[in-house]
Nanobody, 124 residues
Framework: QVQLVESGGGSVQAGGSLRLSCTASGRTFSSYNMGWFRQAPGKERDVVAVISGSGRATYYAASVKGRFTVSRDNAKNTVNLQMNSLKPEDTAVYYC?????????????????WGQGTQVTVSS
């Protein structure tokens, strides 16, 4: 069982930055691939970024590549999402999720554990 808690959301103007963090419970955090997803009102939940358990492999959605950076600290059971050059279309609830080791997945239903979400609002 893994419990995830996100933090760091908020409101920012376009062009600004935010850093989201997700803290996990449990002693096997390093074995999980960790994903960040987002869901805007009326839209499906989409992948933003994924990082492997070791941190050596990452995936980014095309819409955020070059602006967002995913990282993790397995000693602290945390995964972070640094978001730069934010755009109004980045506005959404952001979720972190844990997936069992193996191939990096980008589909929400492949993930076993989810945080409660944190709101990110980018104004123009």
């Amino acid at each position: 069982q893994v419990q995830l808690v996100e933090s760091g959301g908020g409101s920012v103007q376009a062009g600004g930055s935010l850093r989201l963090s997700c803290t996990a419970s449990g002693r096997t955090f390093s074995s999980y691939n960790m994903g960040w997803f987002r869901q805007a009102p009326g839209k499906e939940r989409d992948v933003v970024a994924v990082i492997s358990g070791s941190g050596r492999a990452t995936y980014y959605a095309a819409s955020v590549k070059g602006r967002f950076t995913v990282s993790r600290d397995n000693a602290k059971n945390t995964v972070n999402l640094q978001m730069n050059s934010l755009k109004p279309e980045d506005t959404a609830v952001y979720y972190c999720a844990a997936d069992h080791p193996g191939a990096i997945h980008t589909i929400p239903w492949e993930y076993d554990y989810w945080g409660q979400g944190t709101q990110v609002t980018v104004s123009s």
